[in-house]
């Protein structure tokens, strides 16, 4: 005899399967955050010890070797440290990021920042030797920072959840903030130690000060009540003052007039001081970030529980009240499936799981509206590098001067960046 005629077809998965398994992806994916965390963490203290890192060996090569070279060891041991805390992060994350990946732009710039620490040995060897200006440093170490925090900035594309991705746009472009001004220190220091500013160091300076400037707007529209208070009593110090009017001095007195060497050192005092106090509102938003992914998680999963429980119960009272099916011909046609429709408890459980579904949707819609703006703002940032990529090749520029022309552009036209960056981005085949 033929078994498979007496095999039963699999039931069809119900609406209530696939409203259960839209929350639990909601909370696989509040657990991945909680566990990138870590990494996120770790990748913010790491950069700021590559800073503090490339900061002495910058001083360190600028003297020729005489100055900073004890605290630039000392730098190095702790950058160390913090690398060998980094890898053992990526480590227990490993397995969240590549089982289910949600991106592979951000698995891509995970591998290129792990590349590109793995030639950390040989930059420091060189900085030991000397074998490489201080510029060459300053650029190989930019490098390396702004691959770790194209991570962040990646993995903030990512979320789904408008707070969580709100906080991840604040942290990354603090950090995007607290590296240009790390940029501006080295810049400041070459300067100020050879005793005058050329015309590309000056330029260069007002980039990074406008840079700063532009992140730190978008760090403000995204950042929590407690982190922002933090930065404006960085920006309400005495230092600021202080590092405004050596900015001053930097970008007007020009390649003819001589300045007191010595002002190297209370320039990268007085900016070292405002990348650590960064690095304390940094922090700031990091502990708020892992305490929202800790609240939300533990909503997502009582929200599952609920949900559970709240289906199961429908479907019990449905199995138990389901009158006894009586077949007669009543002489009236009624039409396929009008008939559960009219039944008093087909209906009200029919009823509920499309409540539930039409509750899931409306907040699943909100949540995408509260997600735009954060969004946008990561948009624009890459629509702007785009553009700035796109000047460089076709007007054979400098990333500097490229900038430069995008604001000019903005300026003339009464635009914002953004519009005139998506205007040039649309443009490119023309250009090409």
Known sequence: M???????????????????ASKQCELRHLQHFLQLGKLIQ???NLVHGLQQERGASNMFLGSGGENFGTERKAMVKEAERLRVTFNQA????????TAHPVSTQLLNHVA???????D???????????????????????????????????????????????????????????????????????GFSSGHFDAARSRRMMHLVEAQERCFEVFV???????????????????????????????????????????????????????DELKKVEDAVEGCFHARCVDR???????????ETLIASLDDHDQSAQPMLVLCDSGNEVPPGEAWGNDGVGQQFGRSIFDLVQEQTRRLQ???????????????????????????????????????????????????????????????????
């Not at 990526?90 to 969240?96: I, K, N, P, R, W």
């Not at 998680?297 to 949900?307: P, V």
Request: proline content about 2%; overall charge neutral; hydrophobic content about 40%.
């Open 366 to 432: 909100q949540m995408t509206d509260e997600l735009q703006s954060a969004k946008e703002a990561l948009e624009d940032r890459k629509t702007q590098e785009k553009a700035v990529l796109l000047l460089m090749e076709h007007r054979k520029i400098s990333n500097d001067e490229a900038h430069r022309v995008l604001r000019k552009l903005a300026m003339d036209q009464g635009k914002k960046l953004p519009e005139v960056a998506r205007a040039l981005v649309s443009m490119a085949d023309v250009l090409k």
């Open 42 to 44: 770790s990748i913010s």
């Open 90 to 97: 990526l480590a227990e994350v490993h397995d969240s990021l």
């Open 2 to 20: 033929n078994t498979k005629r007496h095999q039963k077809t699999p039931a069809a998965p119900s609406a209530a399967d696939y409203l259960i």
């Open 112 to 118: 290129s920042a792990v590349h590109g620490l793995e």
């Open 120 to 190: 950390l040995l040989a930059l420091r060897r060189q900085v030991e030797r000397q074998t490489l200006t201080a510029t060459e440093a300053t650029e190989a170490y930019s490098r390396l920072i702004q691959n770790l925090i194209t991570v962040v900035f990646e993995a903030a594309d990512t979320a789904v959840d408008p707070s969580i991705a709100g906080l991840l746009v604040a942290m990354v472009h603090l950090m995007n903030g607290k590296e240009f001004c790390g940029q501006e220190r080295a810049v400041g220091s070459a």
């Open 297 to 307: 998680f533990g909503e997502a999963r009582n929200s599952l529980a609920h949900q």
């Open 221 to 275: 529209s995204f950042s929590d009540a407690d982190s922002r208070e933090l930065w404006y009593r960085v920006r309400a110090h005495s230092r600021e003052a202080e590092i405004e009017q050596l900015r001053r001095y930097g970008c007007s007195v020009g390649p003819y007039k001589t300045l007191d060497p010595e002002l190297a050192k209370q320039w990268f005092q007085l900016m070292t001081e405002r990348m």
